[in-house]
Structure formats: C-alpha cells, structure tokens
C-alpha cells in the first residue's frame, strides 16, 4: 500500500504543480483582459475554451498536434538511451522490467491517443461544422501529455534504480512459486523464471562488485537470501514435478552430484548456492564485507530450512559454508575465513538440538584446523578453539549430549601438531581449552575440567606458565581492531578468573586435584 502511494504522488505532485501553474497564469492572463474590455467576459466560455470558428480551431490543433509529437519523440529517445545503459551496467532484465510496467504502457497511450485524436478531428472540420466540444477534449489531453512529462522522467529515474529493479526481480521469484503452487502445468516456466531471475540478480552483484559499488553487491544477496527464505516457506506446498530438472539446468555440475540433488529436492538451494559462491570468491580479498554477508546470508538461508524441517537444505548450505571456508583459505584471505567461521558457529548455535548434525559441522571445524596449521595460518586455529569452546559453553546448558560430543572434538584440535614447533602454534589451543575448564569448575563440573587437565598434564611447564600469563594479561574484552566478533578471544572475565587459575595450578602442581576426581585418575 505503501509503495502504491508514493508511485501515486511522483505522478500527481509534479502534474498537480504543473496545471496549476498554467492554469493560474491562464486566469490571470483572461482576467486582465476581461479587465481591459468588460464586454468580452459573456465569451469566456465559448471564445476562450471552446473556439468557435472552425478553421481557427484546426490551424491551433495542426501546431498543438507538431508540439505533441516532437515531446513523444525526443521522450522516447532519451529514455530508450537510458534504459540501454542500465540494461547494459546491471542485467539484460531491465529492459523486460521496463516494458511491462504499466505505467510505461500508459505513458504510450496519454501520446499516441491526442496525436491519432487530433489527427481524425483535423480531417473532419471544416467551415460551418460544429465541433467546439471536440476540440475541447482535445486541447485537455494535449495539455494532460505536456504535464505528464516531468512526473513521467522523475517515475523513469526512481523506477530504473537499481534497488527498485533487484525488488521487481525478487517478486517475480515470489510469484512464479506462487504460480507453480497454484497452477502445476506451468511449472517448466516457473522453474526457468525463477532460475533466471536469481542468476539476474547475482549478475547485477557481480556488475556492483566491478563497479566498487559495495552496498549494492550487500543489497543483492540480501535479495536471493529473502527469495530463498520465501521459497523454503512454501516448499512443502509445491507438486513432484516442481523438483524434477534436466541435467545441464545448472553448469557445472556432475551427474551424481545432479541425481542427488534431484533426489533430495534442493536443485534450487544449489543454484542460490552457486550465485552465492560466485559473489563470494569474485569479492575475495577486494570486499571482505561482501564475502561476511554472503557467509552470514547462507547462514540464515540454513536456518530458514532448519524452521521449516528442511535438513537437506540445512546439510547443503553447511557444504556450502565450508566451501566458501576452503576458498578463503586457498586465496590466504584470513579476515574472510573468520567471518565465515563465524557464522558458522552461529549455525552451530542455533542446531544444537541437532546432536549429529552439529558432531559433523565440529568435525569439519577441526579439519580446517588441521588444515591451517598445515598451511602456516595459525590465527585460524585460534578462532576455531574459540568458536568450539563458546559452543560448548552454551551447549552445555541446553543440550548436554551435544556439548560432550563438541568436548571429545576439542580435545583433538591439537593432534595435528607433529613438531614442538608446532606445539607451540597451538598455545591458542591450549588457552582455550584452559579458559573452557574453569568454566567446568566453576559450574561444578570437576570430571569435565580432569579430562582437559589428562590432555594438557604433559605439556611443559614452562609453556604452561606462560599460558597462564599471556591469558591473565589480556585486560579488555574488546578486541583492539574493529571486525564482525569484535572481542578477544581469550579475555578471562573477573567471576571466571579463580577457577582458571585453580586449573593452572592443578597442572603446575602448585595444588593437589580434588579428591573426588584425583582418585579416578
């Protein structure tokens, strides 16, 4: 209703304005005439708005009907000048946006109208005949297509922005799913409106993206995460064949991957995937932001399938955070890894009801850490031990099967580790597992700290000690740099600061293990 209005008022303010303009200036202009000689003023009417003489009327029509058709044509020019150009920075679409909407349909009329009117009624007057009513008609729509021209330009120029274009592709996807629920016999073309129109709007993304138009690029896959959120809304409502798509209906793909996705339904979650994953490496290292909300818009396309029972969506956007994990990784981009890593707890978080699920997503967190440690980027291996350890804590109040199965990862992240060198990367490992104790101890959970104290108890102490300093130093939970986490990873609050130390000094012998748990030793 909303939108309705303010189209309704960029047409009618400027036009308002106009014909009051002209009409003022009109009055005032008849007044002083009517002023100058008061005997004309029973003529008004038939004089002034209505001509009498014939003649006089079709010679005022032939030069009205030469100024009408002049704006039409120098109108039509420019805006097909301007559409080209938006067609060719964003997407081909525009151009079919732009030639079914109705008002551009309507603009054609309030032209072509007047200009075959005028014409006709030119052919028929002649001296004697009475046509006063006719030509009054016409010198109001000729006036109606020269008001019309300043609304018309603001409408062209609001309505080729390109936010205003993204949103009439992202309804025709709402629709076309609409018109597949309602209507099965045309699924084929809803099926290929769809498709088209998310690969459309990746397209203006990636022209964004060359453009350094960075809000815009965010902006489009805001767009295809509402679209699929909508999607997963009504999926259960769609027909069999809806699911049902050829092989080469989305490149690149092989025929097993292709039988499996026909099979689990999610031919569209993996073409929003890959629109999604072309954004994302096309933006590596060139717009970090762009790559944290295409992460953080999977993210939540996951969690849309989770609301709605899709876990072979839920599944298919977790292979697809992790490949967009390993892209960050290859190209080196370390900022980009953490904010996939990132959502990627957050997922985590909000499945951890999902026991199995959540096993596998930890289990793949510690892959990419062995596999950072491999590839000498060490900061990764500390943002996953922060990330299990925050999962496991939260775990541990909401789903306690869950949190013991994160805890057995955990206690694995340093088994990579085959030099003391090493060994010695892994002293964010280590902080965090020592951070994630006292948090046991404190929560009375003393068989939970001794298994982190029996993985850590061969350490040196030295190393040890030093862990313990480094983690005590850190005085501020914010983080020094500004990024999507914005805290330390290894801040020990003051509540939790006694229990963290206790732990220490149960590694450095500085105390004895409480009996309960020192005699399972």
């Known amino acids: 209703m909303g939108s309705h209005r303010k189209t309704l008022l960029l047409w009618l303010t400027p036009m ?58 120098i109108m039509i020019t420019v805006v097909a000048i301007i559409v080209q150009l938006s067609a060719t920075r964003y997407t081909s679409r525009v151009v079919d946006l732009f030639l079914a909407d109705p008002f551009n349909v309507l603009i054609f ?39 019309v021209v300043i609304p018309y330009f603001q409408y062209v120029f609001v309505f080729l922005q390109p936010r205003h274009i993204i949103e009439k592709i992202e309804k025709s996807i709402e629709s076309s799913i609409g018109e597949a629920v309602s209507r099965p016999a045309r699924i084929p073309r809803a099926q ?20 350094s138009d960075i809000v815009l690029a965010m902006y489009c896959v805001d767009a295809i995460k509402q679209a699929a959120t909508h999607y997963l809304g009504r999926k259960a409502e769609l027909p069999g064949s809806w699911f ?16 499996e996705m026909v099979e689990r339904r999610t031919w569209l979650e993996m073409e929003i995937y890959k629109q999604c994953e072309i954004t994302f490496t096309t933006s590596l290292r060139k717009a970090r932001d762009v790559n944290s909300y295409v992460a953080r818009g999977l993210r939540e396309m996951a969690q849309a399938g989770s609301a709605n029972e ?20 290859s190209e080196r981009d370390i900022r980009s890894a953490v904010h996939v890593l990132y959502q990627y707890r957050l997922l985590c978080e909000s499945l951890l009801q999902r026991p199995a699920v959540v096993q596998r997503m930890g289990e793949h967190l510690k ?107 850190t005085q501020s939970k914010e983080f020094w740099e500004i990024e999507d986490r914005g805290v330390s990873f290894y801040y020990v609050d003051e509540p939790h600061r ?13 105390r004895p293990l409480p009996r309960e748990i020192a005699q399972s030793a």
């Open 16 to 73: 308002a304005v106009t014909i009051a303009v002209t009409i003022g200036l009109l009055l005032a202009g008849r007044a002083a005439d009517l002023w100058l000689a008061p005997s004309a003023a029973a003529h008004l009417v038939q004089d002034w708005i209505l001509v009498r003489d014939p003649l006089v009327a079709r010679d005022v029509i032939l030069n009205v009907l030469q100024v009408v058709a002049g704006i039409f044509a």
């Open 498 to 510: 006694p229990s963290v130390n206790e732990f220490f000094a149960w590694l450095l012998g500085e």
């Open 310 to 329: 899709r876990l072979e969506t839920v599944e298919l956007f977790i292979k697809g955070l992790n490949t967009l994990i390993t892209y960050a990784l």
């Open 367 to 473: 892959y990419y850490a062995h596999n950072s440690l491999r590839r000498g980027i060490f900061f990764i291996i500390d943002a996953i031990s922060y990330d299990l350890r925050v999962l496991i804590e939260r775990a541990f109040g909401e789903a306690p099967a869950t949190a013991s199965l994160l805890l057995n990862i955990f206690l694995e992240l340093d088994q990579a580790a085959e030099t003391k060198e090493d060994l010695t990367r892994m002293r964010g490992v280590r902080k965090s597992q020592a951070m994630l104790a006292g948090f046991f101890i404190r929560a009375r959970r003393l068989d939970l700290a001794k298994r982190i104290h029996d993985d850590m108890a061969a350490e040196n102490r030295d190393f040890l000690a030093g862990v313990r300093a480094e983690l005590f130093a």
């Open 192 to 211: 290929a409106e769809v498709s088209n129109s998310v690969r459309q709007i990746s397209d203006i993304a990636l022209s964004s993206l060359a453009q």
């Open 109 to 147: 009329f309030v032209y072509v109208v007047p200009l075959i009117y005028g014409n006709w009624l030119c052919n028929v007057l002649e001296q004697g005949s009475e046509a006063r009513i006719s030509v009054g008609i016409y010198m109001v729509l000729s006036t109606l297509s020269v008001a």
């Open 244 to 259: 049902s798509v050829d092989a080469n209906h989305i490149v690149g793909l092989s025929e097993d991957v292709w039988r």
